[in-house]
């Protein structure tokens, strides 16, 4: 029997399991993406054994446990960490096997156990430590590393043990942002464990389960389908998160598409004698009210039937099944795509779609979704806590933060419908939007890196 590790070096530093009288294979690796060509070179050591797999949430061991069984005759047996470690811990308040800290992917950065003993310690001097809040990171690889206080007071510069093993020096690198860098990693298709097709050459990295030489290229981008709010369209939302796009504009591809539901012109009490303009860009809607007349509309505007009301979003949860229909058919005819980012509206059809994330493979296929402004609608929260499970991230503005559209609390609620192995929260105090500065862009990035 052996134990294997799928996560990352930085995390496996402050956490592991500890089994006695089974042996433990830690990869050291520096990315995900760097697990398949470990299993190649390491295959001896599994073949044969019935191998347990854990990680954070469970996500990666499902795809590292498929390419390992994909290997034939003495791979068979692979199981995994049912909820990865934030399950177990859940289950073992005191730890259990598990020792140390369990990294995760959010503001909390580490979740320890009732037994306080720390595991890591300070790359430069040795002392015990095992706070990442810092964020210090390689000067060449800017993988995540563990400094205590004391050492960051006199060193700006460091360098991980990943790259001091390859005899990389601190003198010739100079600080760089991560993301300012054209990022090389392994040839694959998808980012998880598959041939490259489009690769002619004998010495492409993935053939038939098999790792040759090495080629690299500029890691493909994800492709994020973006879904609107109520009363918006593609071109509008596109706008408003340029600066979104910008930020991630190495890390991310962006896709706008309108909702299927068009919207009438509306106005509330208009008094004004300046006239409505002749020529708008239409609005539409991923849910609608049960009033709704989902005939065409013309270019006439026409006065709302009642006052504005901030909670008109509880009354729309009509037209589920038309919107599914069409982002099937935009799944077949512009995907694929890596994941789904909705807001306000949108983020509300993005969470009804990450709770069917299974019943909809074949059809809409993703690997995560990010709810922004997001809430529940529909027959959503009669889904437990923590239920859905689909790799999520839920961005939304907290109390201090005062989004006049969607409670922050509405927000929560949805996110808690969400494996919390798998999902990632950040709040910030900007009201409703999409944040784009410090630390909150950085904790996206984060997110995101998890499917690079």
């Not at 989004?403 to 929560?412: G, L, P, T, V, Y």
């Amino acid at each position: 029997m052996i134990l294997l590790d799928a996560r990352n070096l930085y995390e496996t530093r402050i956490g592991k399991f500890d089994t006695p009288d089974v042996k433990t294979l830690d990869p050291e690796i520096r990315q995900y993406s760097d697990l398949p060509l470990w299993i190649d070179n390491n295959s001896e050591q599994l073949r044969g054994n019935n191998i347990l797999m854990y990680c954070t949430g469970g996500i990666r061991c499902e795809m590292a446990s498929a390419y390992i069984r994909s290997k034939g005759a003495g791979f068979e047996n692979v199981f995994q960490l049912y909820g990865g470690i934030q399950r177990y811990m859940e289950q073992f308040p005191d730890g259990g096997f598990f020792k140390g800290k369990n990294f995760v992917f959010d503001h909390r950065v580490s979740v320890g156990s009732f037994d306080t003993n720390i595991l890591g310690t300070c790359l430069l001097c040795g002392a015990s430590f095992d706070d990442y809040t810092s964020r210090c990171r390689c000067t060449h690889c800017r993988m995540l590393v563990l400094i205590c206080d004391s050492c960051r007071e006199n060193n700006s510069s460091y360098v991980c043990e990943l790259c001091q093993k390859s005899g990389k020096p601190v003198e010739s690198v100079s600080s760089i942002d991560y993301m300012s860098e054209e990022v090389l990693e392994p040839v694959s298709n998808d980012h998880s464990f598959y041939v490259d097709q489009a690769a002619e050459s004998p010495s492409s990295s993935w053939t038939k389960g098999q790792h040759t030489d090495v080629v690299t290229k500029p890691i493909r981008k994800l492709r994020i389908l973006c879904l609107h709010g109520f009363r918006q369209n593609a071109s509008s939302f596109k706008g408003r998160t340029s600066s979104f796009a910008k930020k991630l504009k190495n890390m991310a591809e962006f896709v706008f598409i309108d909702a299927p539901h068009e919207l009438p012109f509306i106005y509330q009490n208009h008094t004004s004698e300046t006239p409505f303009p002749n020529r708008c860009n239409r609005k539409f809607a991923w849910l609608v009210s049960s009033d709704y007349d989902d005939r065409k509309h013309d270019a006439d505007w026409s006065m709302a039937k009642a006052p504005f009301d901030s909670l008109q979003y509880q009354q729309q949860t009509e037209g589920f099944d038309k919107s599914i229909d069409y982002l099937k058919t935009i799944f077949s005819q512009q995907g694929p795509f890596d994941g789904i980012l909705g807001f306000s509206q949108g983020a509300a059809m993005a969470a009804l779609v990450g709770a069917k994330m299974e019943k909809l493979k074949g059809e809409i296929d993703f690997r995560f979704v990010i709810l922004c402004s997001g809430f529940a609608v529909n027959n959503i929260a009669d889904y437990g806590e923590g239920s859905i499970n689909c790799p999520s991230l839920h961005i939304f503005g907290n109390k201090e933060g005062k989004d006049r559209q969607i409670n922050c609390e509405a927000s929560k609620n949805v996110a808690s419908l969400f494996e919390k192995g798998c999902s990632v929260t950040v709040e910030h105090e900007l009201g409703h939007i999409i944040p784009t500065r410090s630390p909150y862009i950085d904790e996206i990035k984060d997110f995101l890196r998890r499917f690079m």
